[in-house]
């Protein structure tokens, strides 16, 4: 049974920092894309990082590129989203997701990712 176990969010102000952690559990399979999404009440799930933990690649959307950095410590089972110079649009509940398929799925499409985390809200005050 696959768990994963977002903390790290909070309340900043704009142009801050936050680092998520995503802690991971159960996994059976030797290889996960491990995707980082946010959602707004009424708006739909956006993907904002992922990282495949068979070679380290990484992916961003476009609206984090050089603001966020995705990255894994394999040793503790820990996915982190650094989130730089953040933004009131940054505001949002984010989740950890993973998917056993072998590759990444493309962020805009979080149907394809098979375990969900809870969340952790993020706020971003001006």
């Known amino acids: 049974q696959v768990r994963l176990v977002e903390s790290g969010g909070g309340s900043v102000q704009a142009g801050g920092s936050l680092r998520l952690s995503c802690a991971y559990f159960g996994y059976t399979y030797s290889y996960y894309c491990m995707t980082w999404f946010r959602q707004v009440p009424g708006k739909e799930r956006e993907g904002v990082a992922a990282?495949?933990?068979?070679?380290?690649?990484?992916y961003y959307a476009d609206s984090v590129k050089g603001r966020f950095t995705i990255s894994e410590d394999s040793a503790k089972n820990i996915i982190y989203l650094q989130m730089n110079s953040l933004k009131p649009e940054d505001t949002a509940m984010y989740y950890c997701?993973?998917?056993?398929?072998?590759?990444?799925?493309?962020?805009?499409?979080?149907?394809?990712?098979?375990?969900w985390g809870q969340g952790t809200q993020v706020t971003v005050s001006s």
């Open positions: 990282i495949f933990t068979g070679g380290g690649s990484t």
């Open positions: 997701a993973a998917d056993g398929s072998g590759n990444c799925p493309p962020l805009s499409a979080p149907e394809r990712y098979n375990y």
